[in-house]
RNA sequence: AAAGUAGACCACCUUAUUGCUUCGUGAAUUCGAAGAGGAAAGUCCGGACACCAAAGAGUAUCAUAGCGGAUAACAUCCGUCCGGUGUAAACCGAGGACAAGUGCAACAGAAAGCAAGUACAGUUAGGCUGUAGUGAAACCAGGUAAACUCUAUGAGGUGCAAUGCUACGUAUAUUGAAAUCCCGAAAGGGUAAGGACUACUCGUCUAAUUUCAAGGGGUAAGCAGCUAAAGUUAUAUAGUAAUAUAUAAUAUAGAUAAAUGAUAAGGAUUCGCUUUUGCGAAAACAGAAUCCGGCUUAUGGUCUACUUUUAAU
RNA sequence: CGGGGUGUAGCUUAGUCCGGUUAAAGUGCUGGUCUGGGGGACCAGAGAUCGGAGGUUCGAAUCCUCUCACCCCGA
């Protein structure tokens, strides 16, 4: 019944709040060393199966190469981009996944790309990532 | 009209839907308010602020350099002299001293120092004087200080990852090395080897534990510092000016893997096509991180004043 | 946010402190000789406006200022 209440929730609100990012210097540091990734031309998803001590099922963090964007304008326009297409469809993973995960997104070219792009790549990699934690 | 010089201003706007951060209200997933720059950049100068015991003296080191002023301070700004660049408007200048000492000077040249000496001319016994020639510089108190140095002035060091508090953590853990004075029963007093304060010296502090080295683990969390400030604008007065004083108005970013976004519609500007209507495209440089004053670099556009050239009157 | 370092032939380095006449070396490259050919050895040659732009100086890779790129360190 909660479940399906938050779901509700979710699926009216799309929000991205503060306790859903992952900002723990501690998990991002397990997360690049034992997680799985795989990628989806410009993103690049890593993720990982932990138990971590926030609320919500899912954090997510979103990361722009500084060797690839050189300008901080543009490192910041690529994360909000990732940010914004994550927001508006993460209810499909919520549905999906019950246990606890911590996800980063990287993106990997060097231009930048429009946003409806991006949140097509996007659907489309959280589509295979549920795939994936099923099997 | 073209080219140039100087200065000032702007940095697309509005609405809707939907997000993020902070604050207030509220007790919930609501309502309201606010939310990047002229350079936020480079970190090149100068301060504020914090800690280092007190923030002291000298030396070393570094910086600055006509003269006068402004300022919290400066390598900034204003005025002015001199020198240089440019037809000009205007711009640029580390612009003190080689008459204290030391060093350096390729090639050329007789000679780049403190000792020598070429050619010619004058006078002619010698010598002296002048000129020529080389060179950036040639006998003159030579050139060179963005060479050492000297003179004057200024600067203690480290930086918000400063610093304080809370939580977690067996936590001044453990191991090794060095030092561990004198009086006194004790309390305490004296001294300052060692240690600390900084690159060194002086000076100051410190005596029952202190210092140095090795070294495993935990958290890498929260709060304060944290944004109202040498602020901006207008007027008056003083001053050539920078600026100062007085009065009035205006004041609201504070994130921390790091908020300030996305989508849609309309309008304005510029460019291209087109007779117009209209259609299509573009919109620079760039993102706060303790805060201010500058400098430097990147960059789209508008306006004003001035200079030169050409054309017309 | 703060602090420090490096840019020189295609590559790896000298020279920079203390300015000087034609920027040195190894390796690689090109040509030739030795060999039937290759490898190898030997001989010869090309290749740099010293990351970029200004300044000081008679003269700058070297001194000074600004700037670009890359790298390192710091709770």
Not at 113 to 133: A, C, G, R, S
């Amino acid at each position: 019944m909660l479940r399906l209440k938050l779901t509700i929730f979710v699926l009216m609100r799309f929000t991205f709040k503060k306790e859903e990012k992952l900002k723990s210097k501690k998990l991002i540091e397990q997360l690049f060393e034992k997680g799985d990734s795989f990628t989806k031309f410009p993103l690049r998803i890593k993720f990982l199966k932990t138990d971590h001590h926030s609320e919500n099922v899912i954090q997510a963090s979103f990361s722009a190469p500084k060797r690839k964007f050189k300008k901080a304008v543009d490192r910041n326009k690529v994360k909000r981009l990732m940010r914004e297409a994550y927001r508006k469809n993460k209810h499909l993973l919520t549905d999906a996944i019950k246990e606890k995960h911590i996800i980063m997104f990287t993106f990997t070219d060097e231009n930048e790309h429009k946003y409806v792009e991006i949140e097509e790549k996007m659907i489309f990699l959280l589509k295979m990532l549920i795939d994936k934690t099923k099997n």
